[in-house]
């Protein structure tokens, strides 16, 4: 394939395909850009996907690659990559999707940012999200939802929709998206895509606006579970910014093309009957048996305590928020209201009513409830418990079991405006992904197959730092699993 070869086919590349492809010169960084910049200007004014882009930055970037191609070139030179907003970028406006920060430009780069850029991508741009990264289906941006590239009547899921939603687009051959409960894997099935959680503390959180401190993690959108490997090699690793960073034990491997022989699984039980979709489970069992016929040893497991990860987790999170969305005050940096007559009283008052939108509040509602006197231990502390709990049930899962598996989503992407009305049925999108979060360990969701023509996602779930683990058992379910779909936006450029 070479740079002829045509937009269609560059926007079909996976990322280790179009590195080796510029390594061996059949392809340039400058056309492999120019192909994705072509798609979003064809199409993101339908997906919005983007809040901001950056292509002139992409195109000189891109390049300066090719000047200086050869030997020394970066490891990842010349990538077309899309970075969810919630991640700040030195002189570029970083709005977290909300108008509390609509014209807030960072003095630095978030250390997950600048340590790709020192590898050599390419960044396109800052993707739409759901307003400070609270939300499952990017609804509740402050510019406008994103839509889901394979049905764009429907959502991407959240939070990292934007991130998700460009790269089954064919808008970025790779996105960086954030998960507090399930915001990059929840999306990604969403939009038939890669997703990886990784453990946390294994990439630094510098640079990333707070939603709960002690849940989020920033992780890669990819095509395939090679690409996510790739990325998070150059993710991971301690950072002097973050002090609930940590080095990885293990260097991030390429995982390699082998079988499932002798891999243990456990199937959460609590967690693939009710309230699950029936059309999702028929593909998620479809992809279980490929699994098995592949050398998997399949098994129940169980999760006693998992049925109170949703509850404990929306006081935690939105404790954590409250406290960490205390300084959106007015009187540093962003959104200012008030008027000049008004008092400190009044100026915060009217800021944080015109700076937060609907969700925003209400979780900083929740969460200043659950902390406040009198009902601190009745509902924080118990939280707290039962996050214990469910660490302690994880741990005893993997006494029997080298991985766990479940849906990523009970269903596949909602209608827009569908769910907006209910915020419980819309928490209740995060089921599978949450009880990950409390427990601090890696996960991913790979493609399972498509549900009345929407993608349908399976999520590997490792003890903590099994990330090489995790990749190779998820590459080789990827292979046995067979799902090759593009989304209609991607077909339409071949």
């Known amino acids: 394939m070479t740079a002829a070869g045509g937009k269609g086919n ?42 901001r882009l950056t292509a002139t930055e992409a195109q000189l970037e891109a390049a300066a690659f090719e000047a200086a191609a050869g030997e020394g070139a970066p490891p990842l030179a010349g ?69 889901n590239p394979w049905d764009l009547g429907r959502v991407p899921g959240g939070s990292s929709g934007g991130s ?14 954030s998960d507090t409960g399930g915001s990059i894997r929840q999306p990604a099935a969403l939009c038939g895509v890669v997703g990886l959680k990784p453990t946390y503390g294994s990439v630094s959180r510098y640079g990333l606006v707070a ?38 034990p293990d260097e991030i491997a390429l995982p390699e093309d082998r079988d499932l022989a002798g891999v243990r699984i456990g199937i959460v039980r609590e967690l693939v009957g009710k309230g699950i979709d029936a059309e999702v489970m028929s593909v998620f069992n479809q992809a279980i048996k490929k699994m098995e016929a ?82 601190y231990e009745a509902y924080y502390g118990q939280a707290q418990k039962v996050r214990t709990l469910v660490v302690q049930d994880f741990a005893a899962a993997f006494a029997d079991a080298d991985l ?5 989503a009970p269903t596949t992407a909602f209608k827009l405006g569908e769910k907006t009305g209910d915020p419980l049925t819309m928490y209740k999108s995060d089921i599978c992904t949450i009880p990950v979060n409390l427990a601090g360990l890696p996960a991913i969701s790979i493609p399972a197959g498509l549900a009345g023509g929407l993608p349908v ?28 779909k593009v989304s209609p936006l991607v077909k339409q450029a071949d």
């Not at 998700?164 to 998206?177: F, H, K, M, R, S």
């Open 79 to 147: 990538l077309p990559t899309a970075i969810k907003d919630v991640l700040v970028t030195e002189g570029v406006i970083t709005t977290c999707a909300s108008r509390m920060l609509e014209n807030y430009n960072p003095i630095y780069t978030a250390t997950s940012v600048l340590k790709l850029r020192q590898a050599g991508i390419v960044m396109l741009g800052k993707t739409n999200m759901d307003e400070f990264a609270m939300g499952s289906s990017t609804e509740n941006s402050a510019f406008g939802p994103t839509r």
């Open 457 to 484: 996602g399976l999520q590997l779930i490792g003890p903590a730092f099994s990330e090489n683990l995790l990749l190779q058992a998820a590459h080789s379910a990827e292979s046995v699993i067979g799902f090759d």
């Open 211 to 248: 939603f709960a401190s002690s849940f989020d993690q920033v992780g890669p959108i990819t095509k395939t579970v090679r690409d996510a490997a790739l990325m998070l090699k150059y993710l991971v690793g301690k950072d002097a910014n973050d002090s609930t960073s940590v080095e990885h």
């Open 294 to 375: 592949a050398g998997a040893l399949v098994s129940e497991a169980g999760l006693p305590h998992v049925e109170y990860a949703l509850p404990a987790y929306y006081i935690l999170a939105p404790a954590e928020a409250s406290a960490n969305l205390a300084r959106f005050d007015g009187v540093r940096y962003g959104l200012r209201a008030g008027g000049a007559h008004a008092d400190v009283t009044e100026m915060y008052e009217e800021t944080r009513s015109q700076g937060f939108g609907d969700e925003v509040k209400r979780r900083i509602m929740l969460g200043t409830y659950a902390l406040s006197s009198g009902y």
């Open 404 to 408: 766990l598996v479940l849906p990523t």
């Open 164 to 177: 998700a939603a460009a790269v089954a687009a064919g808008e970025a051959i790779w996105a960086l998206g």
């Open 10 to 51: 560059l926007l079909r590349l996976s990322a280790i395909e179009a590195l080796g492809l510029i390594g061996r010169q059949e392809l340039t960084a400058s056309a492999l850009t120019g192909a994705y910049l072509a798609q979003i200007n064809q199409h993101d004014n339908d997906v919005s996907a983007y809040l």
